[in-house]
């Protein structure tokens, strides 16, 4: 049973998130982990990352609700990202509780970077106005789907980080668009991942309720900025640079705990 300030920790730190995940449409589970385990103070790092996982999945809905709103959701290539990613998250899930949370934190640390710097190479690259899925992309939105499923459910996260780069590089879409839409797999990932975990009683349901009411708030205030960043590649940048700022921070956090 976790101390009453330790809930106001989770508070604050699912409005960190939310507005993470509202901003930029990935990297929301990767600081939710951490926060957990440091911040909030849960020991067991595979509770924190069943927490996070159904947090997350929840405040990704939420933010999704802002961006559809915005019409930056293209509902075709998210349900097929999705789709294609939900029986990976499920396997992943299955392999990455058998692993040391640190461990897993530490290696995905330079997968992130590794992205990041993807993401920086192609900041100038606003996307195509009105690109979508189709045929004749279909099977790379599949295949970017089934490998990041793989990578969420093994590391416990969302994989918006993942995602957003994988619709760019599928269908060309704006960059605005590929955030909104990321949420739809995000929410299905973390869900499964989540469910997963809460099968091996590795999730604290009183925390993720606090975790998710911060994540509302968050969540909107992001939607809000992601819309007046967009444009200029400014998006794409934010969001590398958030990627490498947590890779380091977990690298250094990690390897101190191995």
Not at 191 to 203: E, I, W
Request: contains cysteine; charged residues 10%.
């Amino acid at each position: 049973m976790l101390e009453p300030f330790q809930y106001i920790a989770g508070v604050f730190s699912g409005a960190l998130v939310g507005f993470t995940l509202g901003l930029v449409g990935g990297g929301g589970s990767i600081l939710a982990v951490p926060l957990m385990v440091y911040l909030v103070g849960v020991d067991d790092p595979h509770v924190a990352i069943g927490t996070s996982a159904l947090a997350v999945a929840t405040n990704a809905a939420t933010g999704l609700v802002g961006h559809a709103r915005a019409g930056n959701v293209k509902w075709r290539c998210g349900a097929l990202y999705a789709a294609s990613g939900v029986i990976g998250a499920l396997v992943g899930s299955t392999a990455g509780k058998a692993f040391d949370g640190q461990r897993l934190l530490f290696l995905f640390a330079f997968v992130m970077v590794v992205v990041a710097a993807l993401m920086l190479r192609s900041r100038k690259a606003l996307g195509t106005p009105g690109a979508d899925c189709h045929l004749g992309n279909a099977h790379k939105v599949i295949g970017f789907g089934v490998v990041t499923g793989l990578f969420s459910g093994f590391f416990g996260i969302g994989g918006g980080f993942l995602i957003v780069p994988g619709l760019l590089a599928a269908t060309g879409m704006p960059m605005i668009q590929a955030v909104g839409t990321s949420l739809v797999a995000v929410a299905a990932f973390g869900l499964t991942t989540a469910l997963n975990y809460a099968r091996s009683g590795l999730v604290d349901w009183a925390l993720a309720g606090v975790f998710i009411g911060g994540g509302v708030l968050g969540g909107f205030l992001g939607t809000r900025v992601a819309k007046r960043l967009s444009g200029s590649g400014r998006l794409s940048t934010v969001f590398a640079a958030m990627i490498f700022l947590v890779a380091v921070y977990m690298v250094w956090r990690s390897a101190r705990a191995l």
